[in-house]
């Protein structure tokens, strides 16, 4: 299983690093195949930073809304952004994303040939 660690990750250079967040989180590949597989073993440990974020900002909007603070809209607001980005890198790699914790590879359903509104000749 080569997706458990960061080792592509952690022999790459800075700007090889740099790189790997943006093919990681604009989804289109690289030329180079160091960059691919980082951002493969990356993109795990990513996507729970950034759920561990959102939980945080929700613990903090509910507090702020308790107290009454006007700073609890943004947290809301935070929180949200947060999630919506979690779900699209997780729902958009999910066809090449490789969970480091379990090893299974998440594939796509097929639902076949779209039959209505379709014209054949």
Do not use: H, Q
Request: proline residues 3%.
């Amino acid at each position: 299983m080569s997706g458990v660690g960061l080792a592509t990750y952690r022999r790459c250079t800075f700007s090889e690093k740099r790189a790997v967040l943006r093919v990681f989180w604009s989804r289109r590949e690289s030329d180079s195949d160091t960059v691919n597989e980082a951002a493969r073993e990356y993109g795990p440990y990513a996507l729970v930073m950034v759920v561990v974020i959102a939980i945080e900002l929700a613990v903090i909007a509910a507090v702020l809304f308790n107290r009454g603070n006007v700073w609890a809209w943004p947290a809301v607001a935070a929180t949200v952004f947060a999630v919506v980005c979690v779900v699209d890198a997780g729902l958009s790699t999910r066809d090449r994303l490789t969970v480091a914790v379990t090893g299974f590879v998440v594939t796509p359903l097929d639902f076949g040939e779209p039959s209505v509104g379709v014209r054949e000749g």
